[in-house]
């Protein structure tokens, strides 16, 4: 008997050999285990990162615990690949550009600063046939849309909608620019043509801004014009009110409005605008091309000073609610904005003098839904997910809906399609 040989020692058995492979099967197993359970995945940490960074506004739209929020990010980036992690935090797909590289200022903006480049001859040409245009409607729609086309493109204002908020949404400073810089050329081409479209946006060019000089083509254009050549809505009724109130005629302004609340809101100014645009588009304007071009009315849109939601405000005000009379009025009013707007201003204006009225919580959370809802799909138009073709299509359709239906029937509309929050 061997001295060396241990108890367990059989012959013939190459115990080396033996355990060199036991060693390998064990380290198998146990890399496959830790596989398994994500211990080699860093990308949540990388991915959750990057949706706190870039995305505060579907956080504000939508509100979600932090943990929930992380872990939702965490799933996400573990289906992801290390390479589609990176690649995700350095570019952004672009419909018809590719892959854009995101640099510090986000996926928005690289996106849309090289969409701005690359449309600018199709952009030049669509304003050269507006300027063309036989319409003073046409003509109009290009004086607004150079400065808000030329203008470096923005991040876009998120605006949070909460319980004490009152949810306005933020304006555009390129269109507010736009309408206050060319409001006396408005002027002047609708006291020529007078055509009612072009009146009706001249008349909220002249609103927004400061007030108009005196003697200007502005402070010649009558809120009595404007009815004459719209007089089935409420927009023009509601400006004569807030020119009656500037002349601080109480009795006049009241009867303005008493006219406006038996009148639906018409958008004339926004549907003469959106088809002069529509009448001039180039045909080989493609998806980049409407894309500038529905951001661009989108600024115009968020940029002009709508007369309901300015006149009601400045009529409600808690010290006025305290006239006798004055309440119930405020009342049908805000009711009128939130119930029957045409437009986001119109029921923030609304809900805004609500609160002012002291409408319980049930009832501004109710008036509150259409703009949650705009924030939430505000939200979904933004971020490394919203440049890619199938992405552009669903916006484009968007703003095919606000021009034919209205915005706020547009927002109901999408926002039906979204996941809840």
Known sequence: MRINRIWFDRPGVRWGRALVIAAVVTAGVALWIAD???????????????????????????PRSAPTAVSAAAEQASARS???????????????????????????????????????????????ALQASAEPRGKAAALVLTPVLAAPPVATARTACGADTDCAPAPSLAGVVAWAS??????????????????????????????????????????????????????????LAEQEQEHTDAELADEA???????????????????????????DAGVLEKLQMGEALAALRGGWREPGGSAVSAYCTAQQLKLAGRRELCQQLAEHLVLRGATLQDVASGRAVGRRLGWYPERMAAAARDLEAAARLSAGFSGEE???????????????????????????????SLPRP
Do not use: K
């Open 36 to 62: 398994s359970r994500g211990l080699w995945n860093e990308g949540p940490a990388i991915e959750a990162d990057i949706v706190l960074a870039t995305a505060p506004a579907a956080s504000m739209a939508a």
């Open 82 to 128: 290390p390479i589609e992690t990176l690649r995700t935090a350095t570019d952004v797909r672009v419909c018809g550009l590719g892959s854009v590289p995101v640099g510090s200022d986000g996926p928005d903006l690289a996106a849309r600063r090289l969409r701005a480049e690359r449309t600018r001859p199709v952009m030049a040409r669509w304003l050269e």
């Open 182 to 239: 060319q409001r006396e050329r408005l002027a002047e081409l609708a006291a020529s043509g007078r055509d009612p479209g072009v009146l009706a946006m001249a008349m909220q060019a002249c609103a927004t801004g400061s007030p108009p000089a005196e003697g200007s083509a502005c402070q010649r254009l009558a809120a009595e014009d404007w009815i004459a050549a719209d007089p089935a809505h409420a927009e023009p009724w509601l400006r």
């Open 257 to 283: 409005f008493r006219r406006a609340l038996a009148l639906p809101f018409g958008r004339l100014a926004e549907q003469s605008l959106l088809g002069a645009v529509q009448a001039a588009q180039p045909a």
């Open 386 to 416: 919203a440049h890619d073709c199938p992405a552009a299509q669903r916006q484009i359709d968007y703003y095919a809906a606000v021009a034919a239906q209205g915005e706020l029937a547009a927002v109901r509309r999408f926002a039906a």
